[in-house]
């Protein structure tokens, strides 16, 4: 059930400003590749558009085409909740629904979307928050708000939240910024996991994450402020790190630059 | 960062900052507003030129200035200045809270004199001007119905408004509408009651009247609905402009759709926010006179059908009483302005108190 991912051309724009510009990249199936670069390249903007998610700011477009499975996402027919539905998303900042309770965020995309067993919800609940190794924590106070919670459990929440839906893509923009490391390794165990069934997107600033959890590696980059984002170079995370062939990658990684 | 931290580590140990001042003793604000206020005293009554309300305006007066200079001397300038805007602050405070205080006060004592049950189970019907009792029975009922009827179309139609302005709208229909609500926001009541009356009550009513235009509760209602509609769609828009774009997105990622992002996880974000701008409407209304006078006309009897014949309501039978000539209608005028002051202070609160209910307690 995992899906191929296929940018080509992805130009995308903030009004007049163009973001990130001519991305090509394949993202093969049942693998994880992590996106890195400096600050400001263009990395969440890239992630955003895979699911559509670029769009919802005002002014912002797209141009070029992300095909899933070979069906283009950007096609007109395209119903842009299947897309979402399909492709998960862990944002840069936690962002759990303050009105509701920890139960009913992790359950909320279940429970928009029209489930309403009590045993499925309580089952996919447990499950999800067992993932995202935050079950222990909150297990005795799922019916307290959300909103409550420290920033990284708030982040941990939100993973739980998008995995309990089963997304078959996952995307994580710096889900890992703002955990400790017993929670930051929880979250890699969770994404070996996810990747027997799922293909997993991720940004990060961690070299050692990247070199870790990876299995391919891009590298975003900018010439200078105000130019858009470019694909820098696109290979096996092994590759990227020992021999890159690209004099900025290396650059880069080793800390000489960004 | 290297120079100033060399920097900081020659310089003598004597001229290191240190974290303690010199502070002015606790009873000193006490002391000085007391002394002001004793000179402000001696010199008013000293030279006859005033009251207590010049004493206290110029005890104030020279409060702020002996604080200044006090702490001035004593804790130097940034202290100083900070005293003074907090006292300057907290004057302002209670200048705005007098007024409300008179007012209360007011309504009280003079509202009192009438507060029995009489008042509250009986209407005007047959009473004279020699008759001692008489009640806004019939007032309570209209208020309720009218604002009711209104709330029922104003707080749906405003709500859905401010979604589409705020969620939906783009380009020139939307801000065409925006346009039109900020225009309303400023129309008159008698304005509002005027085009009832000439639409409604003359041109729409006598179809169901057998050809006569028939006053009712319900062209009121409509008057204030009027009036109701910009100040719920406003206040609801800014709510719905509150709530943060992530959470949206959050929704979104989840595969919701829009609509249901919007009733699900928008609005009861934005609940509390959207009760409070919903109650300033309904209060501004309950409190409407000329549109009531207009499209229902008023009336002394109770009348419990709010779409056939006069009815009064709580505003209009404060304005009635008040200038009638029986010497016992002033205190029921002012016994009905309590009464509406706390029917819009009952509602006020249960609304919030619904609104707290769903959110969950932090
Ligand atoms: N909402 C927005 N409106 C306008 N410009 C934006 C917006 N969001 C991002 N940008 C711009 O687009 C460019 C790419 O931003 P993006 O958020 O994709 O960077 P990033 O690689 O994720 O950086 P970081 O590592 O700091 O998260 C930046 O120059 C940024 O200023
Ligand atoms: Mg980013």
């Known amino acids: ?258 | 960062m290297t120079t100033t931290a060399t920097s900081h580590r020659t310089r003598p140990p004597a001229q290191q900052p240190t974290l303690r001042a010199r502070r002015l003793p606790k009873y000193a604000a006490a002391a000085i507003a007391a002394a002001a206020l004793l000179l402000a005293a001696a010199f008013v009554y000293g030279t006859g030129t005033g009251g207590p309300v010049l004493v206290v305006v110029l005890g104030a007066l020279l409060y702020l200035a002996g604080l200044y200079a006090a702490a001035n001397r004593v804790e130097g300038r940034r202290s100083a200045r900070n005293r003074t805007w907090s006292a300057l602050i907290h004057s302002a405070f209670v200048l705005a809270v007098l007024p409300l205080a008179s007012v209360v006060w007011t309504l009280v004592s003079k509202g009192a004199e009438r507060l029995d049950a009489d008042f509250f189970l009986t209407s005007m019907n047959n009473i004279g001007a020699r008759d001692p009792n008489g009640g806004a029975y019939h007032a309570i009922v209209g208020t309720l119905q009218q604002v009711g009827v209104a709330a029922l179309i104003t707080v749906p139609l405003g709500i859905l408004c401010a979604i589409y302005i705020v969620e939906y709208g783009r380009g020139r229909f939307a801000a065409a509408i925006r346009f039109f609500v900020d225009v309303m926001t400023g129309i008159p009541s008698i304005v509002a009651g005027l085009f009832v009356l000439a639409f409604w009550v003359l041109i729409v009513s006598p179809w169901f009247n057998d050809g006569r235009p028939s006053f009712s509760g319900f062209a009121a209602a409509l008057a204030l609905s009027v009036l109701m509609l910009p100040t719920v769609v406003r206040s609801t828009e800014e709510m719905l402009r509150l709530v943060p774009a992530p959470l949206r997105e959050g929704a979104y990622a989840l595969g919701v759709p829009k609509w249901k992002t919007i009733l699900r996880v928008v609005l009861p974000t934005a609940l509390p926010g959207i009760v409070t701008g919903v109650m300033l409407a309904i209060a501004r209304a309950a409190g409407e006179t000329a549109p009531v006078l207009l499209v229902a006309g008023g009336g002394a009897a109770i009348n419990f059908n709010p779409f056939e014949n006069n009815q009064s309501s709580l505003a209009l039978f404060v304005y009635q009483q008040a200038g009638d000539a029986s010497r016992y209608a002033p205190a029921r005028a002012w016994t009905a302005a309590l009464t509406l002051v706390a029917l819009v202070l009952i509602l006020t609160v249960a609304a919030k108190l619904l609104a707290r209910r769903n959110r969950l307690g932090r």
């Open chain 1, 1 to 258: 059930m995992a899906k191929r991912i296929e940018a080509s051309n992805v130009t995308a724009y903030y009004g007049a400003f163009k973001a990130i510009e001519n991305i090509n990249l394949t993202v093969e199936p049942k693998t994880v590749t992590a996106l890195i670069g400096p600050s400001g390249c263009g990395k969440s903007t890239f992630l955003r558009s895979i699911n559509r998610m670029h769009e919802v700011l005002p002014g912002a477009r797209v141009e070029g085409s992300l095909t899933i499975d070979d069906q283009d996402i950007y096609d007109r027919d395209v119903d842009v909740t299947a897309v979402r539905r399909m492709i998960g998303m862990v944002f840069q900042r936690p962002n759990p629904f303050p009105t509701m309770s920890i139960f009913e965020n992790v359950v909320a995309g279940l429970r928009l979307n029209g489930v309403r067993r009590k045993s499925i919800l309580d089952e996919a609940a447990e499950r999800a928050l067992r993932s995202a190794n935050l079950w222990d924590e909150v297990k005795d106070r799922l019916g307290k708000p959300g909103a409550g919670l420290s920033g990284g459990q708030q982040q941990r929440l939100c993973i739980a939240r998008t995995i309990a839906v089963e997304p078959q893509v996952v995307l994580m923009d710096e889900p890992c910024s703002a955990l400790d490391p017993i929670s930051t390794l929880a979250i890699e165990d969770l994404m070996f996991q996810l990747k027997d069934k799922f293909t997993i997107i991720i940004v990060t600033h961690n070299m050692q994450q990247a070199a870790r959890v990876s299995d391919r590696t891009a590298f975003f980059s900018i010439e200078k402020t105000g130019d858009p984002g470019r694909l820098i170079e696109y290979d096996n995370t092994q590759k990227i790190f020992s021999n890159p062939g690209v004099k900025k990658t290396e650059d880069y990684i080793t800390g000489r630059f960004g």
